[in-house]
C-alpha cells in the first residue's frame, strides 16, 4: 500500500472542497467520469428501508484511474493530470483541471472511496483510493485484485457515510437542477448517457425553444471579457431554480448564480461562457456566494439585461397568441381596430394584465366563456378608471400565486400603468409593447 501525503492545510482544504449545494458537490463526480472520456454515467443512492439515502454511488465507464494518475492527483494540492490536456482523448471539452473537485465529497459524506479499473498496456489493473473527511490531505492508494467481472474500464465512487440526511438529493427539484447542470453537455455530445437515480437526463425531450445569442465584447472596469456567449433554453416544465450557469467551454458548466430575471410563466435556464469564467473558477471563486469582483459583477450585470431584453419579447409575443384566443372566442373586451391612440394604448396595457390571468390563473381558465368576457370586462374598466387598482385585483379576485404576484408586481412596476394611461390623453406617440412588459 502507498501512503500519499497531500501537502496542504486540512483547513485549507475544508474551504476549497465545501459547498453547500448538494447538487453541485454531486456534479463533479460526474464531470469526473465525463473527463475520463466515459460514454454512461450512473448516479445511484442507496436506500434504506424507510427510503431514506444513506449512501450515494457515481459509477461510470471511463478510462479509469492510473496508478500514475493517482500519484499526480492525490500527492499534489492543486494539481492535476488535466492541467497539460487541451481536450480529453475522446476530444471533449474539459471540466476542471485543478484536481480539487474529487475533495467536494467533504460536503456530503465522511468518506469517500474510488475503486477503479484501467489499463496497462494490454492487461487491465485495479486500485482503491481510500480519503476520510476528517483528513482531506491523507490518501490510501492501493492495489485490488481483479474480480471475474472486472472486464472493462471504469471508477465507482462511493460515498458513505453521508454527513447528513440527503433525501433532498431524491426530490424533483434536485433532479431538475442536475438535468440542468449537464443538458448542454449532453446536447453537445449525444451519445454520452447519464442516469440520475435510475432515469435517464434527456433534455431533448423537454427543451421548449432553445436560442444562442451571438458572442460580444464585453468592457469591465479593469478588464476587457472577450468571446462572451449566452444560450437561453426554456423548458417544457420546471427545471428547479432559474439560474444563469457559468463555462469556460460550450458545453461544461463550472459554476451557477440565481438569475434573477423576471420572465412570468417561463421556466428557463440559461447558460454563460467566456475564457474569463474558467479564469474565475480556477481561482476557487465561483465557489463564493455574493463574488464582489468588479469585473465578474459587469459581465453577469450584462447577462441579465440580455435575458431581460430576451423574455420581453418572449413575453409579446406569448401575450399575442393569447389575445387572439380570446378574440376567436368572443371574450375579449374590445372589438375591431382601436378607435383611437388612447385606446390603443389601453389595449397595450390591458393585454399585460390579460396575459397573467390567462396564464396563472386556474380558476380564470375553467371558466366558461361568458365568466371570462364579463371579467375582462371589468378589468378594462378598472384600467379605464383606476389603474393601479389592477393590481389588487390580480391579487384578491384572480388569486395568483405569491411568486406570480412579486413576478407580476415586478412588471406593473415597470409598466407604470397610471402615467401611460395618463399619457395617453395628451396624444404622446405609441408604445412599444416590448418596452412595456
Not at 435575458?307 to 372589438?335: C, H, M, N
Not at 396575459?355 to 386556474?362: G, M, P
Amino acid at each position: 500500500m502507498t501512503i500519499l501525503q497531500l501537502k496542504a492545510q486540512q483547513d485549507a482544504l475544508q474551504k476549497a472542497a465545501m459547498t453547500r449545494d448538494p447538487v453541485r458537490a454531486l456534479a463533479e463526480f460526474v464531470w469526473n467520469a465525463l473527463d475520463a472520456d466515459a460514454s454512461e454515467v450512473y448516479v445511484e443512492f442507496d436506500r434504506n428501508s424507510l427510503g431514506g439515502i444513506e449512501g450515494i454511488a457515481v459509477r461510470d465507464n471511463g478510462s479509469g484511474i492510473t496508478s500514475e494518475r493517482a500519484n499526480i492527483d492525490f500527492d499534489n494540492w492543486g494539481g492535476s493530470w488535466k492541467r497539460t490536456r487541451v481536450r480529453t482523448d475522446g476530444n471533449r471539452a474539459f471540466h476542471g483541471k485543478e484536481g480539487q473537485g474529487r475533495l467536494r465529497f467533504f460536503s456530503l459524506a465522511e468518506r469517500a472511496l474510488w475503486t477503479s479499473i484501467y489499463a496497462d498496456g494490454d492487461t487491465l489493473k485495479k486500485l482503491t483510493i481510500k480519503i476520510a473527511a476528517g483528513a482531506l490531505g491523507h490518501a490510501e492508494v492501493e492495489p485490488a485484485d481483479l474480480l471475474p467481472q472486472d472486464n472493462q474500464t471504469g471508477t465507482v465512487v462511493q460515498l458513505r457515510p453521508l454527513k447528513s440526511p440527503l433525501n433532498i438529493l431524491g426530490g424533483e427539484e434536485a433532479r431538475n437542477d442536475f438535468s440542468a447542470i449537464f443538458a448542454p453537455y449532453i446536447l453537445q455530445y449525444p451519445t454520452i448517457a447519464i442516469f440520475y437515480d435510475g432515469a435517464r437526463i434527456d433534455p431533448s425531450s423537454t427543451i421548449l425553444q432553445a436560442q444562442e445569442f451571438p458572442a460580444r465584447t464585453i468592457i469591465c472596469p479593469n478588464r476587457t471579457v472577450r468571446d462572451l456567449s449566452i444560450k437561453v433554453i426554456e423548458w417544457k416544465q420546471s427545471a428547479g431554480a432559474r439560474k444563469i450557469h457559468f463555462g469556460g467551454e460550450t458545453g461544461v458548466v463550472l459554476g451557477a448564480l440565481p438569475a434573477n430575471v423576471t420572465a412570468p410563466g417561463y421556466e428557463f435556464s440559461a447558460y454563460a461562457y467566456a475564457p474569463f469564467f474558467q479564469e474565475i473558477a480556477d481561482a476557487n471563486l465561483l465557489e463564493f456566494d455574493g463574488l464582489t469582483d468588479p469585473d465578474f459583477g459587469h459581465v453577469v450585470e450584462h447577462i441579465r439585461e440580455e435575458l431581460s431584453d430576451y423574455f420581453r419579447g418572449r413575453q409579446a409575443e406569448k401575450s399575442g397568441e393569447l389575445i387572439q384566443q380570446l378574440k376567436d372566442d368572443g371574450v375579449y373586451p374590445y372589438e375591431g381596430d382601436p378607435k383611437d391612440e388612447v385606446e390603443k394604448r389601453e389595449r397595450q396595457v390591458l393585454d399585460i394584465a390579460i396575459h397573467a390571468v390567462t396564464s396563472y390563473s386556474r380558476d380564470f381558465k375553467k371558466a366558461e366563456n361568458g365568466l371570462k368576457k364579463m371579467t375582462l370586462g371589468l378589468l378594462r374598466e378598472a384600467l379605464r378608471h383606476n389603474p393601479e387598482a389592477i393590481h389588487n385585483i390580480l391579487h384578491h379576485v384572480f388569486n395568483l400565486p405569491k411568486n406570480r404576484q412579486d413576478e407580476f408586481s415586478n412588471l406593473l412596476q415597470k409598466t407604470n400603468l397610471g402615467n401611460i394611461i395618463s399619457a395617453s390623453t395628451l396624444g404622446s406617440g405609441p408604445i412599444d409593447v416590448r418596452r412595456t412588459i
